[in-house]
């Protein structure tokens, strides 16, 4: 779907469809008022009425769709209703939506052209790659959505940013979505360095090797029971210089997540091909910045194995070294994540970065405290977690933070190592935390638990299909974007 964006007099617009968003207690739009009933369209949230004018205007189809109190309008109400604006669309087939730009003072006319974009193309996600058979109803797709904003300038600034945070979203979600033989770690770090090559940035890839020479002991560790071998991707956008912040984003790459010989279940066990959710928003975020060109220098980092049981597995009882020189005594093979960040999070360091943020898939106790509708949220700075709370909360990502007092890092020390990478089920996402402080020294730092929101079997929201939801891109993008202004 391409944006465009133009301006003029929607009862004008010769288009196949012509888009209005109607506000609860608010007579309906002028051109629509006409053509039904008063009291069919009450403009609540997500509300959609198809109507055909016959030349009341110049539009064929006019569709209200309805937005709820214009007082109250922000970015997610938008990206929800442009969401079923696109669904809608495909299902008549047209080729073209016009969609007038809904004025609020609540909201900017680029954010909400930003969050139209969004919700547009989310809305419009599919992932068919492993279907045969499929019809041409299937695979359609609107071929342009105009935006009709008086403020044309502002709103074209913003759907250059929505698609490209879009597109951003769709390769994390292709990600997520791709079956775990199909994207052993060696080809999770692949797609890295394709978004590296695409836009020019520096990419490093370590394979086992590399990892094993540089005394990655805890990637390799949890690679070791895989004939698919561990690998750690580096890309760097930008270079470090005088004035310009450095953020690292670290993403768990775990391919597929079997728990190892601490195994999981069967039931819902094939879920676990996403638990490189945390990678994904790191790649589609490199992405996004590669489209933007923000200024900004940022280093993604993505720590990639298979987490399988074997003759060669890594076992509970086992001991790793990992790159930090502290050990790791393994309770449970399951807890895989946390190892492989405390390399990862530990190289990151060198960087001496403003910020290190990782996202990870890392605990069923964060889906037990939040459930599908926030990110957890832990860190070592106030100042960051106020950051990426806000930028969450404009970007419909919400996170929500969690304590990570010094009690809970005293649960983690070991008897015969340094720490252990499990201690039970009470408090089980913030130990997850306290373990990863251990490796990321004096930098600040936040971690980003996104095991409850990076899949989902419903559909909580209308541009999140079922599977992979890309999640942690928009909230990225949103912090990055931002970074120097606050
Ligand atoms: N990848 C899982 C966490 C997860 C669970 C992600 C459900 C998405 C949905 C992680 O590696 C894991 O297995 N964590 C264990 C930790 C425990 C053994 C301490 C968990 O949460 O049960
Ligand atoms: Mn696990
Ligand atoms: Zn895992």
């Not at 490093?204 to 560790?221: D, K, S, W």
């Not at 912040?245 to 997540?257: A, E, N, Q, R, S």
């Not at 990478?421 to 004096?442: C, D, H, K």
Request: aromatic share 6%; net charge negative; hydrophobic share 45%.
């Amino acid at each position: 779907m391409n944006i465009s964006v133009i301006s003029g007099s929607a009862a004008q617009q010769d288009t196949p469809l012509l888009v209005l968003g109607a506000f609860d207690g608010e007579p309906i739009p002028a051109p629509a008022a006409d053509l039904l009933e008063q009291g069919d369209f009450s403009g609540k949230p997500k509300q959609l009425l198809l109507l055909y004018p016959r030349g009341a205007v110049s539009a064929r189809r006019l569709l209200l769709v309805g937005l709820g109190k214009r007082a109250q309008l922000t970015g997610e109400r938008l990206r929800e209703a442009a969401a079923v604006v696109a669904q809608r669309a495909a299902e008549l087939k047209v080729e073209r939506v016009t969609f007038e730009l809904p004025a609020s003072d609540a909201l900017p006319a680029a954010v909400a052209a930003q969050a139209l974009a969004e919700g547009a193309l989310m809305g419009s996600y599919r992932f068919q790659q492993y279907k045969s058979g499929l019809t041409a109803d299937d695979t359609y797709q609107v071929a342009e959505l105009q935006i009709l904003a008086a403020d044309e300038a502002a709103a074209q600034e913003g759907a250059r940013v929505g698609a490209a945070v879009a597109r951003g979203v769709a390769l994390a979600r292709d990600l997520g979505n791709t079956p775990g033989n199909d994207l052993p770690p060696a080809k999770l770090v692949e797609a890295a360095r394709a978004v590296a090559e695409r836009f020019g940035m520096q990419a490093t890839i370590f394979g086992p090797e590399e990892l094993r020479a540089q005394g990655f002991g805890g990637v390799i560790g949890v690679g070791q029971g895989s004939a698919n071998p561990p690998h750690v991707a580096i890309v760097e956008y930008g270079t470090k210089a005088e004035g310009v912040p450095t953020v690292c984003l670290v993403g768990k790459g775990i391919t597929f997540d079997t728990g190892g010989i601490s195994i999981k279940p069967a039931e819902g066990m094939e879920a676990m091909k996403m638990d490189m959710g945390g990678a994904a928003a790191v790649i589609g975020t490199l992405h996004v910045l590669g489209e933007l060109q923000l200024p900004i220098h940022v280093v993604g980092l993505i720590g990639s194995a298979e987490n399988m049981p074997s003759s060669t597995a890594y076992k509970p009882g086992d001991i790793l070294k990992t790159l930090s020189g502290k050990t790791i005594e393994v309770i449970n093979t399951d807890a895989e994540g946390r190892i492989v960040l405390a390399d990862v999070l530990y190289y990151a360091q060198r960087y001496q970065p403003d910020a290190i943020i990782d996202l990870a898939t890392l605990t069923g106790a964060i889906m037990v405290a939040l459930g599908a509708h926030a990110i957890g949220m832990m860190t070592n700075d106030d100042g960051l977690a106020q950051r990426l709370a806000r930028a969450g909360d404009e970007a419909g990502e919400r996170a929500w933070q969690l304590p990570l007092w010094d009690p809970y890092k005293e649960m983690v020390k070991s008897d015969i190592a340094d720490v252990k990478n499990s201690t039970g089920r009470y408090g089980g996402a913030i130990t997850a935390a306290a373990f990863l402080s251990n490796f990321v020294g004096e930098c600040s730092w936040a971690h980003l638990d996104i095991a409850g929101t990076a899949w989902t079997d419903a559909r909580p929201k209308s541009y999140t299909p079922k599977g992979a939801t890309g999640v942690g891109v928009r909230l990225l993008t949103q912090a990055l974007r931002t970074w120097t202004e606050r």
